[in-house]
């Protein structure tokens, strides 16, 4: 079952470019027009929204605060994502103009499944972004986006996490088209892409596994893990953080990188590991140049940095102890790829450390109490 790898988690991670292929497939139609079939929410309805929320629990809310960078960009409608079990008690506005967005790998999380009735009863509409057929989230929401990932077994999500992107930013360029935010030929340009990526995926496994297991090894006896990141890389610096927290009990924290000089650097003395998410150098902004100069601020400081970046980034090799390049993508396609070092480096931190992968302490892979 487990393929031959020691894990299904180490599987789970080598079936991501999969999940993501499987996720994406026929969604053209012959006009070359995204389609979503199972979408079956009134079109009027869906071009009335005046807001997204996202709702979902753990790795499955850095999903959607993934997400919430694209969909804002494509369809300009304001998106909020929250936690599941703090949406619902804190009085949240909601009504028929609101598009809720579940997320959930297993589809029995019952903070979301609490959350979606919460949302129904305010008169939203529901989309479930579910892995688990026929589950009990996608039967009670309105319309559903199934990811097919594959069933995941590892209590650590991985697999579903990307799954999980590329079904939200589906269901994002299906919005920005139906409400002519987004012209065609945008919108197919997009989707060129996302198919581009499990080849891309694909190569960070071929290319740097093997670099990333040999640091998860060198740094078993770390106390302490950072992540930084900026835009889409803070959820995927949170995602990082979570999966060492989970699988191999070590303190570890995901900020946004422009928080650094607010509070955290000072976390930062000699010899503390810190993960940073590098944007591409050829993205929006300047935010390359603003994450580039956090490196050297956390390294005058003593930090080893292990940086991730795109390939032909040249300009932060020198302020990297560590440097893993991954393959050049759109800005918002970056956390497919900057996302699965991080899983390996948990995996490998977790087994060296002798700990089981796939069955870490005190956690269930499906939380079905509140
Ligand atoms: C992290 C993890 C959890 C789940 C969360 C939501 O690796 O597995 O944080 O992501 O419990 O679960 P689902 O997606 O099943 O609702």
Known sequence: E???????????IHDQPSAVEQTLLGRLDESGRLTLDE?????????SIDKIVVIACGTASYAGQVARYAIEHWCRIPTEVELAHEFRYRDPIVNEKTLVVAVSQSGETMDTLMAVRHAQ????????????NGSTIPREADAVLYTHAGPEIAVASTKAFLAQITAA????LYLAQLRGNMFKDEVATMLTELEAMPAKIQRVLDEIEGDVKDLGQA???ASSVLFLGRHVGFPVAMEGALKLKEIA???AEGFAAGELKHGPIALIDEGQPVFVIVPSPNG???LHAKVVSNIQEIRARGAVTIVIAEEGDEAVKDFANHIFYVPEAPTLLQPLLATV???IFAAELSSAKGYDVDQPRNLAKSVTVE
């Open 39 to 47: 979408i079956k929410i009134d079109e009027a309805v869906l071009r």
């Open 2 to 12: 487990k393929d031959g790898y020691p894990s299904f988690m180490e599987k789970e």
């Open 284 to 286: 929006r902004d300047s």
């Open 249 to 251: 009990y070590i303190h």
């Open 341 to 343: 070092p991080l899983q």
């Open 169 to 172: 930013y589906l269901l994002g």
């Open 219 to 221: 740094m078993k006896d």
């Open 121 to 132: 009863e305010q008169g939203a509409k529901v989309v479930a972004i579910c892995n688990t």
